[in-house]
């Protein structure tokens, strides 16, 4: 008896010390030591699954990423024109410095802001693949938009193209995704979970998920967004009327980006050191409808391995710096002390902010925790809007007139901290521009929210909110 509660009171001891010993936000240190120390057998199973850092695990050694970019060096470095280099320059660095991002001249873009119009793009560019096709979604769910993609991804693989398939376990957890995955395999595709789960051993991996959505095909054409494989993005489901979402389709150098940051996935996950070509003749292929050419890029991925949490550090420099207006869609709005600050000197500044979230998320906790901050960041001048015609689940930052990134990451602290991430930022008035019509198109379908009327919600609804902010850090 003694000697098992001596073992305990050290498993305990041991586990305080560790959480010290990383030096983390005091207040989150203070926390998970008042949960060891006052609910110590909950506290420890807790910890386990949600506490554990991945701060400065290396994806890839230093003799593979040097291997990996040896061979993508016949591509030459691109130079910042005078006019980036004078509007964006910090910016450029930033990206560059924390999570090693080159930035990519001249190439095409083409954004869509639904579910159809950009699997209807892909599916075509996929039907066309020759060489290979690298794929990767957070949910590849077993319905009727999994299995037309199934259908072309195992036509391709028949006709000779190589086909991997990255998903993330929790999110495409199930027995019928996993009847997709075997009948994939069964005709010669790679497809792996990125972190696969299995109790109790590997408990502590639930916290980190690959949430990236990104498309390779051949090296000639890329697709990043945050739109995931399942109907439910394409019609809205049963629950919602309307799901919008965003994302681009990229042909040109920035492909080699994608391509890079897909291969690092790809390594860390065991397997062999990616090498396949990328081909940057983008601005050689015909243009389509819609495309907006000459762009610069980036293409910045993040994850809890990161020292400095990349898309974090990137989104509070964009906003601290802007003059004119900073415009989010975000279908979560849980920001970090220091996000939250930054948008409210901003609003407070005078610069135009607005948040677009939507009335009713795919997560009740998470639109209850969204709550909590809409008083406060109206008491400081921003515009709050509800999408009313269904589900927002766009994630989007557009700042000023010429810097607008999207991707996969949410304004929450899941996107910043525990997920890994990857947003393409792009520096272009035109695109900017663009992007900016379809926010403000969308603007028609919300609700403009009144500080007086929202103080008077139910006291139950704010205490709601008030719990549910409270467990934002790990939600």
Sequence with gaps: MWVCLTAYALLIFTLIVAVLSENRNPLKALGWVMALLLFPVG????????GRSMRNVKMISRRNRKKLMSSESHHPLPKLSKELASENKQRIMLGYSVAEALVYPSNNIEVFNDGGSMFSSLFADLATARHYINLQFYIISNDSLGQQLSDILIE??????????????????????????????????????????????????????????????????????????AQRYIDGGSMFGLWRDMAVRITGPG???????????????????????????????????NTISDVMVQIISSGPTNRWGNTHML???????????????????????????????????????RIMLPRKSDSAVLTNASGSYVEESLLAGMKIYFFEAGMLHGKLLLVDDDFVTLGSTNFDYRSFEHNFEENIVMYSKEVNAAIADLYKRDMEDCTLVKLGEWNRRPKMLKGRESLCRLLSPIL
């Excluded at 051993?201 to 990043?224: C, P, Q, S, T």
């Excluded at 897909?262 to 601005?283: P, Q, Y």
């Excluded at 415009?327 to 135009?352: H, K, M, N, R, W």
Aim: aromatic share 12%.
């Design 43 to 50: 506290g420890a199973i807790l910890y386990f699954v949600f």
């Design 156 to 229: 391709r693989a028949r006709a000779g193209v190589k086909i991997r398939v990255i998903y993330d376990y929790v999110g495409s957890f199930g027995s019928l995704s996993t009847k997709l995955f075997n009948r994939l395999r069964a005709n010669g595709i790679e497809v792996h979970s990125f972190f696969r789960i299995q109790f109790p051993e590997e408990l502590g991996r639930l916290n980190w998920r690959n949430h990236r959505k990104a498309v390779i095909i051949d090296g000639r054409i890329g697709y990043i967004g945050g739109i995931n494989v």
């Design 255 to 289: 492909v080699v980006a994608l391509q890079h940051n897909f291969a690092i996935d790809w390594k860390f996950m065991g397997h062999e050191l990616l090498t396949d070509e990328v081909m940057t003749d983008g601005e050689e292929m015909p243009l389509r409808p």
């Design 315 to 353: 989104f509070i420099k964009a906003i601290s710096g802007a003059k004119r207006r900073i415009f989010i869609q975000t279908p979560y709005f849980l920001p970090s002390e220091g996000l939250l600050t930054a948008l409210q000197c901003a609003a407070l500044s005078g610069v135009d902010v």
